[in-house]
């Protein structure tokens, strides 16, 4: 009898579910999503890439290039914290980007520098 109670209460009570990618869902406060670097505030001094724990990021400080994988990203957020750049340390900061599926594992990478990267910088 629960078991009908149950059923019923599934079938016309509130929806649990959204129909994504239809209705957005409602990201909370905090969110961490992909990594964005601004290339014209980045000063490519590799802290980022020193404190990373994954190795998602790699920073060749001579050549001032950055890149980025973010399917090796942890989006621990670290990389934002370590990065000195004045005023408001913004040469890398994480997004509310958390559409990042692929086809390829190229479709994962950002370049500063080089087209053979792709360069999906996100807003
Ligand atoms: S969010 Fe964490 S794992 Fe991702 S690039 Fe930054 S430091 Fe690396
Ligand atoms: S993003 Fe920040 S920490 Fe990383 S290389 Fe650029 S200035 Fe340094």
Not at 8 to 14: A, D, E, I, P
Not at 43 to 70: H, M, Q, R, T
Request: aromatic residues 12%.
């Amino acid at each position: 009898m629960k078991l009908v109670g149950n059923a019923l209460r599934s079938l016309f009570g509130r929806r649990f579910t959204r129909k994504y990618p239809k209705t957005r869902p409602e990201l909370p406060e905090g969110f961490r999503g992909r990594v964005k670097h601004l290339p014209e505030k980045c000063i490519y001094c590799g802290l980022c890439a020193k404190y990373c724990p994954s190795g998602a990021i790699k920073v060749d400080i001579k050549n001032k290039k950055f890149e980025y994988n973010w399917g090796r990203c942890l989006f621990c957020g670290q990389c934002e914290e370590v990065c000195h750049t004045m005023p408001k340390r913004d040469a890398i900061k994480l997004t509310r980007e958390f559409e990042l599926s692929g086809k390829d594992r190229k479709d994962f990478r950002y370049s500063s520098k080089g087209a053979q990267l792709a360069s999906r910088n996100f807003k």
